[in-house]
């Protein structure tokens, strides 16, 4: 069974810094990538970084470059999000998928299955 967990949400003010992970099972893990989403209350649902298992290429949404660093560790299985700077704008769930195989690298929404549940950011300001 494929599975997602996500994980590292939590409460930090403005400047701060969290780790998210998301830990993957069920799939060959170095074949697909993982990308991260978010949704804040009444928004659409956004991309935010995604990361290539095995070439290890990434990918940001520019409200995040300079802040944000996507990572994985193949052994574990688990790809990071380490958030810098943490700005009020960035709270929102957080959620991690799989991409589906075959298709460029990128954060289209609809290119992406097996969603986690969801971990909760919130930045106070």
């Known amino acids: 069974e494929v599975q997602l967990v996500e994980s590292g949400g939590g409460l930090v003010q403005a400047g701060g810094s969290l780790r998210l992970s998301c830990a993957a099972s069920?799939?060959?893990?170095?074949?697909?990538?993982i990308g991260w989403f978010r949704q804040a209350p009444g928004k659409e649902r956004e991309g935010v970084s995604c990361?290539?298992?095995?070439?290890?290429?990434?990918y940001y949404v520019d409200s995040v470059k300079g802040r944000f660093t996507i990572s994985s560790d193949n052994a574990k299985k688990t790809v990071y999000l380490q958030m810098n700077n943490l700005k009020p704008e960035d709270t929102a769930v957080y959620y991690c998928?799989?991409?589906?195989?075959?298709?460029?690298?990128?954060?289209?929404?609809?290119?992406?299955?097996?969603w986690g549940q969801g971990t909760q950011v919130t930045v106070s300001s």
């Open positions: 998928a799989i991409q589906l195989p075959g298709l460029a690298l990128g954060l289209a929404s609809y290119e992406y299955d097996y």
């Open positions: 069920g799939f060959t893990f170095d074949d697909y990538a």
């Open positions: 990361i290539s298992i095995s070439d290890g290429s990434t």
